[in-house]
């Protein structure tokens, strides 16, 4: 589903725009609409499926209806740990960059007196959003230096890791400062007793949503080549060289390097078929009952083949280029290893998809080893985290071609309270797309005409710092 299917407001679709966010993750596609109903909900889903996205893009789609008292504190979002708060925090101000009059403050521990004097004056100020660690939050609770009474949402962030660290008691004592009307989203990555416990006192009458993701088998041996663009088939062809394999599935993103891909390892010898989508049902019958009789050893194939297909003795999963869908990784490489058999998964990665191979290594929790490249493959090169602002084009250019900049850097109108940050001169630069300006979005909801260079931009979102920090 895109974005703009869903009823979120032309601020927004116009950040994720910004953002190269294009179509929702599936818990973006159930959330968002129950959440813009106003419904409490509780998501089962883990980071790295966009659950930050989930409830942040309806909530400020809420709050700039104006519906929300100016001078209040609209929304509390919970964090356990102050890494998320700073992330989240991150994508407020990307996702509310065209809107006006939200503001966001982080508050959390572990830091010293003149930090909490930075966050006193900050709430002081006002701040329509506070992202904050239960601690910290009775804290200045305590201190009386904010009044939650007219918070409309309240919001529980990775609530089973809270719990775990003891916080039960300190979120009770937070929700009592504020009304039972508001509207409450509780998100954990499991749903042991506690958060049901938790989940019966808080929320009202919830939606449940889960996003089942399954983590890769414990035997799949994951490895990343990190490479160039043009090392790529010769990766390959070394991989493949290894005479012992005869049961290969190798993914690449798009068909036409199936087709390529498949031409050029057939050149060089090997029992290839390629499998994508212009494939009539015949050929493709044709080309899997080739391989599950061995008579090709390896399929070159689209996403076609990662869910569903039943070959349950695949040696080896290569990822010609890394999925953008973290779970579509995890789908691909789960055609190994089955059966309880052994099995490698090897992704080739260039610095472009660098942050999406961070944001694999974030869902399955686990770091994929990356060894030095086959030999005669060359030298393995550096990459670079991605900070803010990775993105390189985007469809209206208000931002200019690969300026790295994230959208948003203080936060807007009046607030100015970003943590102590000098009152950001920002404004100035702000593309001033509020009065009469801004582009007409007559395109939307069309997608058939949708222009697609989105294909060919870098595929990241500038907050792919929150995803590998
Ligand atoms: P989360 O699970 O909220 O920690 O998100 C993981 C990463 O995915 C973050 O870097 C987000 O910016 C990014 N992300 C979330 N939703 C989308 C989307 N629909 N399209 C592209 N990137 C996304």
């Known amino acids: 589903m895109y974005f703009d299917e869903l009823p979120l407001d032309d601020d927004i679709l116009d950040a994720l725009d910004a953002m190269n966010f294009e179509t929702c993750s599936p818990i973006q596609e159930k959330a968002i609409p129950p959440i813009l109903e106003g419904k409490d909900i509780i998501g089962i889903a ?17 709050l700039n209806s104006g519906d929300y008292p100016q001078d209040a504190i609209n929304c509390i979002i919970m964090s356990p740990t102050r890494e998320l708060a700073q992330q989240i925090d991150q994508q407020v101000e990307g996702f509310g960059y065209f809107i006006d009059g939200v503001s ?27 992202i904050a660690t239960p601690g910290r939050l009775l ?30 008691d300190d979120i009770m004592k937070i929700v009592s400062y504020m009304s039972p009307e508001r509207q409450t989203i509780l998100f954990s990555a499991t749903m042991p007793n506690e958060i049901q416990k938790l989940a019966k006192n808080i929320l009202h009458d919830p939606v449940e949503i889960k996003i089942a993701v399954s983590k890769p088998a414990e035997k799949i041996k994951q490895t990343a080549y990190l490479c160039h663009d043009g090392m790529k088939d010769k990766i390959v062809e070394s991989i493949l060289s290894d005479e012992t394999l005869d049961r290969v599935i190798t993914f690449a993103s798009s068909k036409q390097k199936v087709k390529e891909l498949a031409r050029a390892m057939k050149q060089k010898g090997f029992k290839v078929e390629a499998m994508h989508s212009d494939l009539d049902q015949k050929e493709r019958d044709y080309v899997m ?20 297909i039943d070959i349950d003795d695949i040696q080896l999963v290569i990822n010609y280029d890394v999925p953008r869908d973290p779970e579509d990784y995890v789908h691909r490489i789960g055609r190994t290893a089955r059966a309880n058999r052994d099995g490698q998964a090897v992704t080739l990665v260039t610095q472009k998809d ?4 961070r944001r694999i290594e974030k869902l399955i929790e686990k770091e994929i080893d990356k060894p030095e490249l086959p030999e005669g493959c060359g030298e393995k090169p550096t990459m670079h985290e991605r900070k803010e602002g990775g993105r390189n084009n985007n469809r209206h250019g208000r931002y200019g071609k690969g300026n790295g900049h994230k959208p948003n850097n203080g936060k807007r109108n009046g607030h100015g309270n970003k943590q102590g940050d000098k009152p950001s001169n920002q404004q100035g630069e702000k593309p001033n797309n509020k009065q009469g300006n801004k582009p007409a979005h007559a395109h939307r909801n069309n997608h058939g005409n949708k222009p697609n260079n989105k294909q060919k931009v870098n595929n990241g979102s500038i907050n792919d710092s929150a995803s590998v920090n």
Do not use: C
């Not at 959390?108 to 006193?120: L, M, P, S, V």
């Not at 391989?291 to 569903?308: C, E, Q, W, Y």
């Not at 660098?354 to 191979?357: D, Q, R």
């Open 354 to 357: 660098y942050h999406l191979l």
């Open 139 to 168: 804290s200045h609770l305590a201190g009386g230096h904010i009044d939650l009474k007219r918070v409309s949402f309240f919001i529980l962030d990775e609530a089973d890791r809270m719990l775990d660290m003891g916080f039960y």
């Open 104 to 130: 966001s403050v982080a508050v959390y521990g572990g830091n010293d007196g003149a930090r909490f004097e930075q966050e006193r004056k900050g709430l002081e100020h006002g701040a329509s959003i506070i």
């Open 289 to 308: 009952h080739e391989f599950k009789n061995r008579r090709i050893s390896i399929l070159i194939a689209t996403d076609i083949v990662s869910r569903g």
């Open 46 to 62: 883990q980071t790295g499926t966009g659950k930050t996205a989930a409830y942040l893009l309806p909530v400020l789609n809420q």
